[in-house]
């Protein structure tokens, strides 16, 4: 067989995937990889769409997975697109469209190179597909309740590689091996309102939220460790909805984004905001409330046996040695690395999320090649 992943990329761009909308792209899929003969389940929760597909027995302790995400991003302003998002079409060498890049190339790629693959030369052991329609969204209903799903019935992977874009100049330039930790943390100070000619009579939140900004800002987490870099702190917004100029509010919020590494954790960050809001609050008289949400924990799975068997198959099929990195944002790889060790391994994504999404389309060749060498690689060992 020789299923073209580029005209896979293409019908499931056409898909309308908005997440969480499933737009027909798991049906397109299940479709296929039950007629190829794998077991395909609908794991939906929530009114998320997930798809669960494995070739080969349950529990076998040889099974390699595959993870990834059929919803995309809105398209923003479609009169800016020079093609219509969904449409798919093929100019100067580039496929066009909403998730072309995000990821429904590479899931092309990675189903077509696991139906060819067992119908030519079906393993000792089990593959396993599992796909999402909550990746861009909340992500709350998506991989995770495929996880959830397969450790309540037995299904194992013994390591699975995540198909989102990891390289940001050429294909091949870079593997993940690990992400940084997210959270974002929401302040909102309390004081009392009151006119600008008799502060006095006030308690100036806006004077709160600006001391704690400051502290905050000046305040550096950590020097990095051996496969991070430094954790990072950004203020995202300040904001009373005050537009009059000789009014004190009686309140001001702001946001802030916090990436970490290994050195923190989640809850460890939180304690430290909420004391250091408290410090600000006793100083200041103003009352502040925080919020926190950690999206996702730092992790890594150490260079070894699943990198080495990536960089490989990167290496052979495109002739450039991979950094192995921990860059960039979160992905779904947060939740599998509860599961088993996983690394990811995509295409370039500079387009990725932008007008006129785009893929080289003789790089969606290259990915399903190199997925296909991983399996023959993985399942070739002893």
């Not at 479709?31 to 389940?41: I, K, N, Q, T, V």
């Not at 302003?77 to 429904?104: C, V």
């Not at 926190?292 to 990167?314: C, D, M, Q, W, Y």
Request: aromatic residues 6%; negative net charge.
């Amino acid at each position: 067989m020789n299923t073209d992943p580029v005209d896979l990329t293409a019908r499931l761009v056409r898909c309308p995937s908005v997440t969480p909308v499933e737009g027909g792209a798991l049906q397109l899929l299940e479709g296929m990889l039950s007629h190829a003969g794998f077991e395909c389940m609908r794991v939906d929760r929530n009114d998320v769409a997930n798809l669960f597909a494995r070739w080969g027995p349950p529990g076998h302790p040889k099974t390699l997975g595959f993870n990834g995400h059929t919803d995309v991003v809105p398209v923003g302003d479609e009169k800016a697109w020079s093609h219509p998002p969904f449409s798919a079409d093929i100019s100067g060498g580039y496929l066009y469209g909403r998730g072309a890049t995000d990821m429904k190339s590479g899931v092309a790629a990675f189903a077509a190179a696991a139906v060819d693959f067992v119908q030519t030369a079906p393993p000792d052991g089990a593959i396993i597909l599992a796909i999402t329609g909550d990746e861009e969204g909340e992500a709350t209903d998506g991989t995770r309740a495929l996880l959830d799903w397969m450790s309540d019935r037995g299904e194992t992977m013994a390591a699975c590689l995540v198909g989102e874009p990891t390289c940001p100049e050429t294909l091949g330039d870079m593997i993940k091996i690990g992400r940084r930790g997210s959270m974002s943390a929401h302040f909102t100070a309390q004081g009392v309102q009151g006119h600008t000619a008799y502060p006095h009579r006030a308690c100036n939140p806006v004077t709160a939220i600006a001391q704690l900004a400051a502290r905050l800002s000046d305040h550096q987490l950590d020097q990095g460790t051996d496969h991070f870099d430094p954790s990072t702190l950004s203020i995202t917004t300040i904001d009373t909805g005050n537009t009059a100029t000789n009014v004190i509010p009686a309140n001001c919020r702001m946001t802030v984004n916090i990436r970490f590494n290994d050195t923190h954790s989640g809850a460890g960050l939180c304690d430290w905001l909420r004391a250091l809001a408290d410090v600000v609050a006793i100083e200041t008289g103003a009352q502040i409330q925080i919020n926190t949400r950690v999206s996702g924990e730092a992790f890594i799975t150490p260079p070894g046996h699943l990198s080495a068997l990536v960089s490989a198959a990167v290496q052979a099929e495109t002739g450039v040695t991979p950094e192995l990195s921990t860059t960039g944002g979160t992905s779904d790889a947060r939740f599998v690395k509860d599961y088993c060790p996983v690394v990811e391994f995509g295409l370039v994504g500079k387009t990725m999320h932008a007008v006129d999404e785009r893929v080289e389309i003789a790089q969606i060749h290259q990915l399903k090649a190199i997925y296909t060498r991983i399996l023959q690689d993985y399942f070739a060992r002893g």
